[in-house]
């Protein structure tokens, strides 16, 4: 493809040797959001995503404690709550259950979880949703309502948010929309390493899942 191509971006830093793939995701997601920038001549994607990769390794030292603890509840379920420019980046998020500690998962938009998937949401649920620093009433709500299922619930936001019961992991920066996603996906992707090792699978070779997909 890169033969084929007039123009290229090559980021060999960011390839993974394990087959789950993480910072490759990471850094495809920031390189396509600032390409985008560039071309619709908006530079806070771009500051967004330096911010961020000078915030990053606080960010990560602080919230690798509470993804430990997050592993170590009993549950076997995961979703991700999110929407706006995020929701690619937080459909990865999702699927990092199954592919890095192989619990079955599901990505919604924030309120779109009402329209049915709240009935599958109980305590063996891990529940992460992207909120605005501070909640909007239904956002609130929603969170309120997640809580009562008995799910273990983390509200993931730029600054901190308090909804009795939900746990609140700040990303403590203002980074623009785009760049918030990089915090939710680290966030979900070191939860789920964690929990690979509480349930024992290795999350570099997952059985039945290759690094690259061949068509004929």
């Known amino acids: 493809m890169e033969a084929l191509s007039d123009f290229t971006l090559c980021m060999p830093w960011a390839f993974d040797e394990s087959v789950c793939q993480t910072r490759c995701v990471s850094n495809l997601y920031a390189m396509g959001a600032m390409v985008l920038g560039c071309l619709f001549g ?122 009795p019961g939900a746990l609140c992991v700040p990303l403590e920066a203002d980074l623009g929309s785009v760049a918030f996603g990089l915090g939710l996906v680290a966030l979900c992707q070191l939860t789920t390493y964690y929990k690979s090792l509480v349930v024992g699978c290795d999350p570099d070779h997952p059985d039945g899942l290759d690094p690259w997909i061949k068509i004929n």
């Open 42 to 163: 908006d530079p806070s994607i771009r500051e967004g995503m330096a911010k961020m990769a000078a915030h990053g390794p606080d960010y990560l030292a602080r919230i690798d404690a509470r993804a430990q603890a997050l592993a170590a509840k009993d549950w076997d379920h995961g979703v991700v709550l999110a929407d706006g420019e995020i929701d690619g980046i937080a459909e990865e998020a999702a699927l990092t259950f199954k592919e890095i500690c192989q619990q079955n998962s599901n990505y919604y938009h924030v309120l779109d979880v009402r329209h049915g998937p709240m009935v599958m949401i109980r305590k063996n649920t891990l529940v992460f949703v992207a909120v605005k620093s501070p909640a909007c009433k239904y956002e609130a709500q929603l969170v309120a309502d997640l809580v009562a299922t008995g799910a273990t619930v983390v509200c993931y936001a730029a600054r901190g948010v308090d909804i």
